[in-house]
């Protein structure tokens, strides 16, 4: 008797409910903690505006410290798994390296610059968005043992905070306003987050 491999009923890696799903969470995730730090971020201004004081940019220096940490304990575990780890741990402890490497300097400008010239708080709040969600990645890629659409409940909210970051500049360059501080408590803010998604995805 055939048995069901993954847990979403089916023997592929890849399904499109999963995905759906992921994409769901990371709306929600998103969406929910913008709306819970609200007040902050509608009280913040960009960091060039405070003057570039410590105070001003303490936030992004804890996600930058936070950053480095990650991607230390990444580097560590992938260094470790070449001694004693299996071949798909060293697979996935790869993986982590390289996928955390290839968006890490574009992410850490995105959360600067915004941080700077947009909203320093939305920078921290999308930025620490997108670091936690670097943590669980290697939980998600490797629950298997080897890629399937698990890793995207990881990777989706981070493509939610660099979106945002991303249209929140492009705003501010375009408009002189905060897209974060004048939609940050609105109705309709979900939507905003799923455009900024979309053009995440356009660029990349």
């Known amino acids: 008797m055939s048995r069901d491999r993954y847990w979403w009923g089916s023997t592929e890696v890849w399904d499109s409910k999963i995905m759906g799903l992921a994409i769901l969470v990371a709306i929600a995730v998103t969406s929910g903690t913008l709306f819970a730090f609200s007040g902050q971020v509608e009280a913040s201004s960009p960091a060039v505006e405070q003057g570039f004081s410590l105070e001003s940019v303490s936030g992004l ?35 982590t390296l390289g996928n955390t490497l290839e968006y890490g300097l574009m992410t850490l400008l995105l959360i600067w610059m915004h941080g700077l010239y947009c909203n320093a708080a939305a920078a921290t709040l999308f930025g620490s968005i997108y670091m936690i969600s670097r943590i669980f990645y290697p939980v998600f890629y490797g629950y298997y043992g080897e890629f399937t659409v698990m890793v995207e409940f ?28 004048e939609f940050a408590s609105v109705a309709y803010q979900p939507l905003i987050l799923i455009g900024s998604w979309l053009v995440y995805a356009l660029v990349f």
Request: charged content about 10%; cysteine-free.
């Open 61 to 95: 220096l804890w996600v930058s410290i936070g950053w480095i940490f990650v991607v230390g304990s990444i580097t560590t575990g992938q260094t470790l798994t070449k001694e004693m780890g299996s071949e798909s741990i060293q697979h996935v402890a790869l993986r």
């Open 154 to 181: 990881s990777t989706q909210p981070g493509y939610f905070a660099k979106g945002f970051l991303l249209t929140g500049l492009l705003y501010t360059l375009l408009t002189g306003g905060d897209l974060a501080a």
